[in-house]
Nanobody
Framework: QVQLVESGGGLVQPGGSLRLSCAAS????????MGWYRQAPGKQRELVAR???????NYADSVKGRFTIARDNAKNTVYLQMNSLKSEDTAVYYC?????????WGQGTQVTVSS
């Protein structure tokens, strides 16, 4: 059974930082492309950042220079370091694992940026 379990969300003030974690089980983690997506109220889910099995990364323009995605294959975990957070970063953040036709999602973790 595949499980992706996110953690690290919460309430943070504008300009603050959070680190999200996603622990995966039931998959050969190291061969999957891992991603973080987010969905704000009334908006479509959007890609935030993605890291391939080889370590290549790509980011949404809105988070470039502020967010960093990283993976630890020994721990089957992918991270999203979020700095200089803005109110518009408020959303539910979802972890995603994809390999060809296999596509798995976590349950999401809420990130709220507010003073």
């Amino acid at each position: 059974q595949v499980q992706l379990v996110e953690s690290g969300g919460g309430l943070v003030q504008p300009g603050g930082s959070l680190r999200l974690s996603c622990a995966a089980s039931g998959i050969i983690f190291r061969i999957y492309t891992m991603g973080w997506y987010r969905q704000a109220p009334g908006k479509q889910r959007e890609l935030v950042a993605r890291i391939t099995s080889g370590g290549s990364t790509n980011y949404a323009d809105s988070v470039k220079g502020r967010f960093t995605i990283a993976r630890d294959n020994a721990k089957n975990t992918v991270y999203l370091q979020m700095n200089s957070l803005k109110s518009e970063d408020t959303a539910v953040y979802y972890c995603n694992a994809v390999l060809v036709t296999k596509d798995y999602w976590g349950q999401g973790t809420q990130v709220t940026v507010s003073s």
